[in-house]
């Protein structure tokens, strides 16, 4: 758990007027798998996640097939998977797996390299800061859970 990024996103909230926010401390695919009901989400973010760069430690980053399928039974049909990394290995990782899962449609697909242009509302995180200071391109993917899934098919 990142306690400085949890007390942090705390003080925004109480300068906040924001009523409807709740913090879960947790690890993100058992809070999906047991917490949140399939169809139930309006949109799920990952930016930044630890891109793992070693060859042998890259099974530990988030963005497999295994967690992108539970992520995407989670969305409601329509409902974004928005994804910013400044690893372009693992950019190219994450279209991939995320263009194998039959639930996803990548909603930059006709944009070059099928990435997204960095929307102006996302937050710059101290990682993309970073990123840019030291010349690395930021990658943005954009994919948009099917509305052409009867309801309940394909959910984890």
Not at 6 to 18: G, I
Not at 98 to 116: D, F, I, K, Q
């Amino acid at each position: 758990m990142f306690e400085p990024g949890l007390a942090q996103l705390l003080m925004r909230l109480a300068d906040s007027d924001l009523s409807n926010v709740a913090l879960v401390r947790g690890d993100a695919v058992t809070l999906l798998r047991e917490r949140v009901r399939p169809g139930s989400l309006d949109g799920i973010r990952i930016f930044f996640p630890d891109p793992w760069p070693k060859r042998r430690h890259r099974k530990r980053r988030l963005v497999q097939p295994a967690f992108i399928a539970l992520a995407a039974s989670r969305l409601a049909p329509g409902a974004g998977l928005h994804l910013a990394t400044d690893w372009t290995d693992y950019a190219t990782q994450m279209r991939a797996v995320c263009e194998a899962e039959s639930m996803l449609v990548n909603a930059a697909g006709g944009e070059p390299g099928g990435w997204l242009p960095r929307p102006g509302w996302r937050p710059v995180t101290k990682f993309e800061q970073r990123a840019r200071i030291e010349g690395r391109e930021i990658h943005d993917l954009l994919f948009h859970r099917r509305i052409d899934l009867p309801p309940g098919d394909h959910l984890v």
